[in-house]
């Protein structure tokens, strides 16, 4: 050990500060990890200042043990936290260290006592002081002896709580505030005693001499004091999870880790839901600039978030979407309250009276309404119907329980107001009751009922966060996925990409020959094929013609089993003349005309109605036809509303209150309905909802009588991101499984696109030049919407990379656009990559699907040439 020591430390070496909550002290093999992590910060050249809460369970045992008038129950209480120390040391096979007993003398006494002496706030709060002090008298032990000298600081003796106007004596001693500046002289004084040292969170002292308490999230605000008085390097809070996500990982599991924010948007995710940190610590930090990192204790390779004072003021995104249950808001109408002076004042004043605080605000000429956050307040019914009752002397009052506020967090929110239409069209559909945009422009917040806040989430992030729909280059901002992160899903691995590994040689000798050129990989699409056909629920599999109509592509999926699902005369031509002739046929046109109709009956493809019209006009083409009826089953799903194929602003399908219509068309021709078919959007990752579909379709089926057959449409998402997770489908196997046991006497169709052939095409391009406009920098290359429409159409988000540089690190922050002469010309915004050189080959991926297929001669630009690889 004594070799292998650091050097000794200078006078001015910086602090490092590390917070450890009570799940990472909890046990020996956590406090194993501690002393690993402070030794590596150690060997950093680094002066080590831990900061400890209570074992997990210990401070909710001291506030019982406050809550017990009878004496025997309290020592009781104390016995049973004073022995949970003692079975840790036993663990750790020390003795009880001097601080720790005599921390355990004080608590002993306390209990004894009782509450005379000091007061019961005062007695309360130095009570619950003790898990802290216990905690970190035990920790500075186990350090000590496993080689790491500790020293042990009381942080009554650093941090000194000030007093505030309108503070009462409970939150003055139970929710205390600390002003905490660079001190030299504390650094000095430590730096006198040690290299490591190790205090408590949550605690200070205040100018009576009192212990007080910082209240919730006051360990954290501890380390964050801390690294103010020190000026620390950095301060780091080490948890039970990697780090601040994209939305709430219960509620999403793709949620995805947020690697970089600035204070600003850390407090703001904090302040509306997150609960990995508490918004107060930040504030400590942003004068003095000490940047923060939270890390999980048991997986510390993973990479966490950095919050820091770097702002960036371009590129406006939505970094995370939160939810805050249980809010209760408060609605006062009065006709005389327009430009009457100090209404709003007598209104407040009443909030004040009864102790609680505002959070939201919305006002008009005749009312306003505010909410109330249980988590800052103590709303129960009582005091509640008591804010009620006085409030009604001036105003008339209707309280509205219990909501939820969902905010979407991000710089810039108002300049994105615009992208966001399909995210107000979720909100279209529900009672909001109060819509705040913040002053500071970081975040936009709707109140609805609480009920449909954990349904409505998960549709919200893949909107705005997984389906990439802002396409920015997300690759220093989001990290990799809970799901990837702690689930059992497959991700994706950048590194396994086709074009990565064994192709690159090839595609940079292409790029290099001409440009622009789509490859095609041949062996990735049966890749996908063969996973697709390993569904034992599903009875027959149509690929989705419209998303690729290479005749290889086709005759290799042909070769897989696939049938072919065609929504023209000309996809349908162009399977018959690629694949042979056995292969199922299925016909699914919108608003065609009458010839095409009568023409795919010519074939043998089955063919498919989604309204009355045909019927109404055109009867004798269908009769004596078996058909199959597509119905909207009265949603859309999809990052956009472009590719969102059901509800009432969806053009497809058959409204469910005109099927008995439809029938008796039906039956008016001696038309039989043989199959029902719903698609309601693509880019979906959530296996449940072709359950739900199915479901519904099976349901709908029962009433028809003559249906044998259910397609339950594609959709099925391709995950955009390196870290994401896949579609698992083996769960989707399980889920259709179920309900087809429910419903045997139905066939099973599904009709994947996207999902099998997007990986496997890459879009070459090559750079032309490159423009710097203020903080902007374009690289331009030599294709744009003209070959990909995806992501001017329907914000489609690709990876980009610059394959002649791909080992190179990502300097350089690029708009990449192309040559056409439209201002949506962006192929992608913001994009991470390396300094680019002329003539560099450009690879854009997951260009298999819905590219070649949608690009146009606009511009008279050259099209690009498509190329397969066997």
């Not at 406090?31 to 992590?37: A, F, G, K, T, V």
């Not at 043990?65 to 020592?75: A, F, N, P, V, Y």
């Not at 996908?528 to 592509?553: C, G």
Request: with cysteine; charged share 20%.
């Amino acid at each position: 050990m004594t070799s292998n020591a650091p050097a000794p430390l200078s006078a001015g070496a910086p602090w490092i500060v590390m917070k450890f909550g009570g799940t990472s002290v909890a046990t020996l093999p956590r406090w194993q990890n501690i002393r690993e992590l402070v030794a590596s910060r150690r060997t950093e050249g680094a002066r080590v200042l831990v900061v400890v809460s209570a074992l997990t369970g210990i401070t909710d045992a001291l506030k019982h043990m406050c809550g017990q008038e009878d004496k025997g129950k309290r020592i009781e209480a104390y016995k049973a936290i004073a022995q949970r120390h003692y079975d840790l040391l036993d663990h750790m096979q020390l003795p009880v260290p001097d601080t720790l007993a005599a921390r355990l003398r004080d608590l002993s006494t306390l209990a004894e006592d009782g509450p005379a002496a000091l007061g019961e706030l005062a007695w309360a709060a130095l009570i619950q002081a003790h898990g802290e002090l216990m905690s970190s008298a035990l920790g500075a032990s186990f350090l000590t002896h496993s080689a790491l000298t500790t020293q042990w600081v009381d942080a009554r003796e650093c941090l000194a709580a000030i007093a505030l106007p309108n503070q009462n004596e409970r939150t003055k001693l139970l929710s205390a505030m600390v002003e905490a500046k660079p001190d030299a002289a504390l650094n000095a004084r430590l730096a006198q005693l040690g290299e490591v040292f190790i205090t408590q969170g949550f605690i200070a002292r205040e100018a009576q001499g009192r212990t007080v308490l910082l209240g919730r999230g006051g360990s954290d605000t501890s380390a964050s004091y801390f690294g103010a008085l020190l000026k620390a390097q950095r301060v780091e809070i080490w948890t039970d999870v990697a780090g601040m996500f994209t939305a709430n990982p219960r509620q999403v599991p793709g949620a995805r880790l947020l690697q970089k924010l600035d204070y600003e948007e850390a407090q703001e995710i904090a302040s509306t839901g997150a609960k990995v940190l508490h918004p107060r610590c930040l504030s400590p930090l942003r004068e003095p600039r000490v940047p923060m990192l939270i890390k999980d204790t048991n997986r510390p390779e993973l990479d966490g978030t950095v919050i820091g004072p770097e702002v960036r003021e371009h590129a406006p995104s939505v970094k995370a979407i939160s939810a805050r249950k249980g809010l209760t808001l408060v609605s006062m109408e009065s006709v005389g309250m327009w430009q009457q002076v100090g209404f709003l004042a007598d209104v407040f004043a009443q909030f004040k009276q009864h102790g609680l605080s505002v959070d939201l605000i919305s006002s008009a000429e005749t009312n306003v309404t505010v909410s109330l956050d249980p988590t800052e307040n103590l709303l129960d019914s009582d005091a509640v119907a008591a804010l009620a009752s006085d409030l009604a002397k001036v105003c008339r009052v209707k309280v509205i329980a219990p909501c939820a506020a969902i905010t979407m967090v991000g710089r810039g929110m108002r300049s994105m107001l615009h992208t966001l239409s399909g995210v107000l069209a979720e909100f279209g559909q529900l009672r909001v009751h109060l819509i705040s945009q913040s002053s500071n422009n970081l975040n936009l917040t709707f109140v609805v009922d609480e009920s449909v806040v954990d349904e409505l989430i998960p549709r919200l992030h893949e909107m705005l966060i997984a389906a990439g729909a802002l396409r920015t280059d997300d690759s220093a901002l989001f990290g990799s996925s809970w799901q990837s992160l702690y689930g059992s899903g497959e991700t994706v691995v950048a590194a396994d990409a086709w074009w990565r590994s064994e192709c690159r040689d090839h595609l940079l000798a292409l790029g290099a020959q001409a440009t622009p050129r789509y490859v095609y990989h041949l062996p990735t699409t049966r890749k996908q094929a063969r996973e697709l056909k390993s569904l034992t629920s599903v009875d027959r599999l149509h690929y989705a013609v419209k998303a690729n109509t290479h005749p290889a592509i086709l005759r290799a999926l042909a070769e897989e089993g696939y049938g072919f699902e065609c929504v023209s005369p000309g996809e349908l031509k162009a399977v018959m003349a690629a694949v042979p002739e056995s292969a199922p046929l299925l016909f699914t046109p919108n608003f065609a005309p009458r010839e095409d109709y009568a023409w795919a009956f010519t074939t043998r493809a089955t063919v498919s109605l989604d309204s009355l019209y045909p019927l109404e006009h055109w009867g004798d083409v269908f009769r004596g036809r078996e058909i199959v009826l597509r119905v909207d089953l009265g949603r859309g799903l999809g990052h956009h509303e472009k590719v969102r194929t059901g509800g009432s602003g969806s053009k497809f399908g058959l409204p469910a209150d005109q099927i008995d219509a439809f029938l008796r068309l039906a039956d008016a021709h001696g038309v039989t309905v043989r199959g029902l078919h719903a698609h309601l959007g693509s880019g979906i990752l959530d296996v449940k909802h072709w359950g739900e579909v199915y479901s519904q379709l099976a349901s709908l089926a029962e009433r028809i009588g003559s249906v044998t057959f259910l397609d339950i449409g594609g959709g099925l998402g391709v995950p955009s991101h390196p870290g994401e997770a896949r579609l698992d489908i083996a769960a989707l196997d399980d889920v259709l499984r179920k309900v087809k046991a429910a419903y045997p006497h139905y066939k099973l169709w599904m009709e994947p696109g996207r999902y099998l052939v997007a990986d496997a095409g890459v879009l070459l391009t090559r750079v032309t030049q490159q423009k710097g406009k203020g903080s902007w920098r374009y690289l331009g290359v030599d294709t744009g919407m003209n070959s990909l429409i995806r992501p001017a159409l329907y914000d489609a988000w690709h990876e980009i990379v610059n394959l002649t540089r791909l080992d190179e690190p990502a300097t350089a922050l690029y708009q990449v656009v192309g040559p056409i002469c439209e201002s949506g010309d962006v192929i992608g915004s913001d994009r991470r990559l390396p300094e680019a050189q002329e003539g560099d080959v450009v690879l854009i991926a997951q260009a298999g699907a819905y590219g070649k297929v949608m690009s146009s001669p606009y511009n008279l630009r050259d099209e690009a040439q498509e190329i397969i690889l066997e």
